[in-house]
């Protein structure tokens, strides 16, 4: 087959999900857990295959974004203590809301809950109604949480009602834990079992946590991203680049994140790998010296404008249109969005199936400028893979704060400048006789005011001859006039700008884009559907060569010796199947493994030493000497080449084996 | 210099071990993790270089072992319930022995705590003797954990004391928690600083605790190592490699270890990477395939029998002889150490500070067979780095008794055999109306009988005419007779072997051995102490060259950027350094980072395109064209050609700038 033929094909048998999930198993890319013990949901482990698979795309990440962008690599641990979660927020605000069934124990997602009973409701009213259900496509990613409601009723809606559901569901993401028990009453939502009555929802924080040390004092949780190990290293990192700006560090590394009641697969998962970048740079200039490499890349975007009119087609702009309309808040984050792209369809991603999807306004974290999300379409619907944010100053300026350490770029300004502002001075043997052990709370207050409270505090200070302020942890007025403190408006000249960088953060959940990319990956032969197909890249496949002799007979077996001594000493990873079923058999379950390429060892390898090359996609063979099938073999797998360049010097094969 | 003078130059001036951490803080190969909030004791962050050092550790680990062995790899979750924990022991034995002091809160642990009390009252009474101390040598490994006892009071103790001390301390490894508290009373052991009696001790579970899903019921742990998900993938990973022993299996990921009070820097930590190796073999078979491969390897052995013997001379052997004499138990163990040796040697370990020590009796579990730790030598001591043990059928049994499902393997006979054992047959209709709900529980006793037990049940029956015996939960004597049951002496003849197989294990403690060759590699110029160099293979150097243009002028830049593209292409990890100091201290900042390639752009290069390219540890210099410099980097760094044979073609070149 040629290459449009092997397009083709790939599309005429339809997806199955099934079928997919069938060969992952049974091929051990990976299992749930302890599933000698019953399994524990959201836990899997990666088999030989899925191992391999995740540790290429590892590998094609460090080189393609740490490598060939000279980022800083860090490896932070995951235990963390309750103070560092306490400052990012996450003690407080990473939580979800559960609610619980007072009789059985059982325990709902309230969201999930209340979408997946309004949506079984809609359904049940279209039967009602005699419409069919809406088509796949819009109601697919939603499908994933679809268990807990098993039986649609059908059942006739007033039209109002409809009218309310479909409102709820069209803002579901974005209610209070109060305002779900509210609709929870409001729509009579219990188990949707027995119909029992579920209590009030309640915040459950999705960090695991444990004690560290033999004191059980020391609380601690297992981080729920690497980001903040990065950002407590910001001054180590800094100096390591010897004070220059803009840098970034990157981490790979597992996160945490104990889900109330984890389904589909892959895709929502208790311990999963990421891999993080923090690029950080000036507020003042955030461009990118190699955004011309990158910028008329042509991307499928859904900026938030377009969400919001509730539509769902993507625009297609390049991505220097897109930082110029202002679609992309700036140049480094339009780079690393195109950066993403061009690693996600190195790595085997289906371009048609990824767009770049902006955050909402009530989606973004208040601190935020800009976030768009790599999504992709998966039979789940489109999934966040990546998400690619400015995050603004907020991380190193909370944890500056809390620690009261300056996390700052310096940078020795070619002209000095003159500054104007406020400053206060204070009288300080006068405090600690007037304050005595508050007296550094209430210094400490003094110093940390801003210039437009020591304006006003001046002002105050020059018209009543003194300020009156109150401390926390003080009781009552504190009054101070001129002999204590001074605040003057003073002219200095600076020779040294200080800025806390801004962070922009690439972040990419290695397993949601390992899963995506077996769906992008998976057909059936036309001509036997169940002949299964991964068609990873070959710089990814788990194995990229499969040796094969024609039978058992032991001359070929040496052949097989030399030709696998070669590939170990080249690096190439490849496994030898020598069992006795037929040759079309043998690749066969080598194509549900995804191997690229295979080598036949027949009786004219003896003779002349050729052998045969085969391709997993199209079929197609060629021969050669073991020198040159190797090459080729190399060549297509690390240096980018294409079959048909890679193959051309060698000799076309037809066999009779497929 | 020559290579012979580079090797006499490193140990021209004397080890400090403050030496070797500053450089590594400084340069940010490491450092204490929350730095910005204190700190967490036992928890390290490794920076770019010990990140980048790591990774390519690992990388060489990997394709050292499971490239190389076409071992089958997997990723298996950290977060481990605790019924298999349980099961493995871990929840009951994976403990140390810890005692608090009532009135402060403080924790020590037991065994350290007498150690270090004995040991200081011991330097006391050799002070008040005018003796001076034991030889470092004797005393280093113990060294780590002398903090607690601050200061020596120089005491004289009687001869029958001085003897009851040492043989105490020769023990303190082996001691119970009860043991340890007797010693404490009657040594009269309390609180170092204080004198403060302690609490009895108590057994403190080193395995960090969480609760899995937002029940808490479901109670989990951080695992303590990766071997647990191994073994309960055996079945998946036979059936993976089509049902045929031997096979290895690998995984490499963090394991944590809640660490009563940590020290001793990166030796001793609570979350830390490992690579284990699980190799399932033929119980009756542990030839290794591959073992004339490395027989003839010399290594240096400390078997038990030395060492009950109270020598630590190791004895030089090769591996053959080793497994011959029975010191190592099999051929499997033995071609595992020497992999061990080629890896560890192939990072940068010294082999002169590498041995094998075999663990004593009274060291081992009671279910291994033989098991032998690589240690390396560094400033703490002989560190153990590698454990390589033989486990027997232990793991797999335990885990196949408790979930009841067979863990073995298969294997066709080629020849069937006869097979004459004990069978039991249950006349189960009669079990429901005599035991009602406990008939379950009586056939399974039953069924569970081993091949003696039946033998002794037999002549019961047939001597009596019935059986009596006791089932936990059921209370009295059971009474049954041949009605119910019959045990026959039967002949079978067999198609299929079946047997749990052995597992040897290679586990590999990644961050000690990085520690360790931090030590082995680090020194510094003998004419002039504070220029640092650590001496990394190139294979694992995090950076492999350091682009140093002579100055700052715009034609240096655009040969700077071209040799950049190339390296880039090549993907050889490289830094440039166009700072304004000079070159010999770009190249000495560069030293301590221990890249071991510097290429030196000058005015030439602009005229002929030749650059300079230096060798880290001996500061030799040769010159030739871009291609053929980074040829011979490729060479010497990936492909193990030595300086002398990589560069035979380039021209010595002399420079006055170092």
Redesign the interface.
Known sequence: MASEDVQLARKAVEFNRENLESVLKR??FF?P?????GG??G??????P???F??NIVDVW??HFI??E?M??????????Y??LKTSGHVDKFSDW?CQDPKS?E?FRADHLVEEVLEARLKGDKAARGISAAPEEEDADKKKRKKKVKQIKAEKLDDSVIQEYESVLAKIDGYSGEELGELMVKFNIGNPVTGETLEPPKA?NLM????????GQ?K?Y?RPETAQ?QF??FN??L??N?GKTPFASASI??S?R????PRSGLLRV??FLMAEIEHFVDPENKNHPRFDEVKNLKLKFLPKGVQEAGRTEPIESTVADAVASGMIDNQTLGYFIARIYQFLTKIGVDEEKLRFRQHMSNEMAHYATDCWDAELKTSYGWIECVGCADRSAYDLTV?ANK?K?ALVVREKLDVPRQVTQWEIELTKKLFGPKFRKDAPKVENYLLNLSQDELASKAEQLSSDGKIVFQVEGIEGDIELDSKFISIEHKTKTEHVREYVPNVIEPSFGIGRIIYAIFEHSFWSRPEDAARSVLSFPPLVAPTKVLLVPLSNNADLAEVVTEVSRVL?KE?I?F?VDD?GVSIGKRYARNDELGTPFGITIDFESIKDGSVTLRERDSTRQVRGSVTDIIRAIRDITYNGVTWEEGTKSLTPFVSQSE
Chains 1, 2 share one sequence.
Do not use: W
């Not at 857990?33 to 013990?37: D, G, K, M, S, V």
């Not at 690599?73 to 963390?80: N, R, W, Y």
């Not at 695991?208 to 004191?215: D, K, L, N, Q, Y």
């Not at 104990?258 to 009641?261: A, P, Q, R, V, Y």
């Open positions: 091929r051990f299992a857990a302890f599933e000698l013990y524990v949901s836990l899997y482990d990666y088999g030989p899925g191992c391999a995740q540790a460090r080189k490598l060939e000279d800083l690599e860090v490896d932070c641990t995951m235990l963390t203590p103070e560092v559960m124990g325990i459950f695991f946590e444990t004690a560290i040390g033999p004191s020391l601690g297992l190990g407590l290293n180590k990192l100096e390591f010897n590394g597992k945490f104990n889900e109330i009641s208790r311990e944890h620690t350490t170990r690096q990873p496994k069992s």
